[in-house]
């Protein structure tokens, strides 16, 4: 009887643990539930007008595609480098013009660019294009002579990327060099700039300076532009219809005010009245 009693009572107690329990883990849970704020009776207007209203008004932006800035589009140049003559001799032996004249056909042959690498035939693309240039004959060091170096560098360059995109050093290489010709182009447009704009002429580059503001393009600001391009177009054709309306009404406005006019007149000089209008 006595241990039916003491397990009563352990049962009891064990029970009132767990009610207890469960009771402060509800009140832990009540407590931690966000609060129920009572919804506004005005709902908010949205100062932005959804994209579904801007395309309904002929207002729609598509994010530009990306340009890599190695490639010509953005690097500026507007040509490439020109198709050599392969029967042309390699650049070492151009200034014996006369000793190549006398040989055979197949010397002539092995000594052209046809049996030789491609950097060969870029040495004679090169000098080729500093004779354009170049100041002197043995102008090698003036800030047109770089500029066409890099120049021709960086169009056989542009062709080595393009094959292989996957060749990050030369992408690098091709990057830094056109960063080094956009400085030195800045630096002689200061200097000399009649000078700069007969050298980008004549190496066939378009020169973009940089921007004074540099914003990124995002879609909110792009949307708001297109929004004030949009308003001013309607504003503007509006205003054209409008005053096209006033124009066709413009004569017969004028002849039934003649007409007014006139019997004004005559029902003053009928009245002894001196006339108040004038009579066309």
């Given at each position: 009887?006595?241990?039916?009693?003491?397990?009563?009572?352990?049962?009891?107690?064990?029970?009132?643990?767990?009610?207890?329990?469960?009771?402060?883990?509800?009140?832990?849970?009540?407590?931690?539930?966000?609060?129920?704020?009572?919804?506004?009776?005005?709902?908010?207007?949205?100062?932005?007008?959804?994209?579904?209203?801007?395309?309904?008004?002929?207002?729609?932006?598509?994010?530009?595609?990306?340009?890599?800035?190695?490639?010509?589009?953005?690097?500026?140049?507007?040509?490439?480098?020109?198709?050599?003559?392969?029967?042309?001799?390699?650049?070492?032996?151009?200034?014996?013009?006369?000793?190549?004249?006398?040989?055979?056909?197949?010397?002539?042959?092995?000594?052209?660019?046809?049996?030789?690498?491609?950097?060969?035939?870029?040495?004679?693309?090169?000098?080729?294009?500093?004779?354009?240039?170049?100041?002197?004959?043995?102008?090698?060091?003036?800030?047109?002579?770089?500029?066409?170096?890099?120049?021709?560098?960086?169009?056989?360059?542009?062709?080595?990327?393009?094959?292989?995109?996957?060749?990050?050093?030369?992408?690098?290489?091709?990057?830094?060099?056109?960063?080094?010709?956009?400085?030195?182009?800045?630096?002689?447009?200061?200097?000399?700039?009649?000078?700069?704009?007969?050298?980008?002429?004549?190496?066939?580059?378009?020169?973009?300076?940089?921007?004074?503001?540099?914003?990124?393009?995002?879609?909110?600001?792009?949307?708001?532009?297109l929004v004030r391009i949009h308003y001013h177009t309607t504003r503007k054709e509006r205003?054209?219809?409008?005053?096209?309306?006033?124009?066709?009404?413009?004569?017969?406005?004028?002849?039934?005010?003649?007409?007014?006019?006139?019997?004004?007149?005559?029902?003053?000089?009928?009245?002894?009245?001196?006339?108040?209008?004038?009579?066309?």
């Amino acid at each position: 009887m006595a241990l039916l009693c003491h397990a009563l009572r352990r049962f009891r107690a064990g029970a009132d643990k767990r009610r207890f329990a469960c009771t402060i883990r509800e009140e832990h849970k009540a407590a931690a539930a966000p609060r129920s704020r009572p919804v506004p009776a005005v709902v908010q207007r949205r100062h932005m007008a959804m994209r579904l209203e801007l395309t309904e008004n002929g207002i729609v932006w598509r994010r530009p595609t990306y340009v890599p800035s190695w490639k010509p589009e953005k690097s500026g140049d507007l040509e490439t480098n020109k198709e050599v003559d392969k029967s042309r001799p390699i650049r070492s032996i151009m200034c014996a013009q006369e000793a190549l004249e006398s040989v055979d056909e197949d010397t002539r042959r092995l000594l052209s660019l046809e049996f030789h690498s491609q950097r060969e035939g870029n040495k004679v693309i090169l000098d080729d294009v500093l004779k354009k240039i170049q100041r002197h004959q043995y102008d090698d060091g003036s800030m047109e002579a770089q500029i066409a170096k890099m120049t021709v560098k960086i169009r056989v360059w542009q062709k080595t990327v393009a094959q292989n995109k996957k060749d990050t050093e030369m992408r690098v290489k091709l990057q830094e060099l056109i960063d080094k010709r956009k400085k030195t182009l800045k630096h002689l447009r200061r200097m000399d700039y009649k000078r700069f704009e007969w050298l980008i002429q004549r190496l066939g580059i378009l020169y973009r300076p940089p921007p004074e503001y540099f914003r990124w393009i995002t879609r909110k600001t792009s949307l708001r532009k297109l929004v004030r391009i949009h308003y001013h177009t309607t504003r503007k054709e509006r205003l054209k219809e409008y005053r096209e309306i006033l124009e066709a009404k413009k004569e017969p406005f004028l002849r039934e005010k003649a007409e007014t006019q006139m019997w004004i007149a005559e029902t003053e000089q009928k009245l002894g009245l001196p006339v108040s209008v004038e009579v066309p």
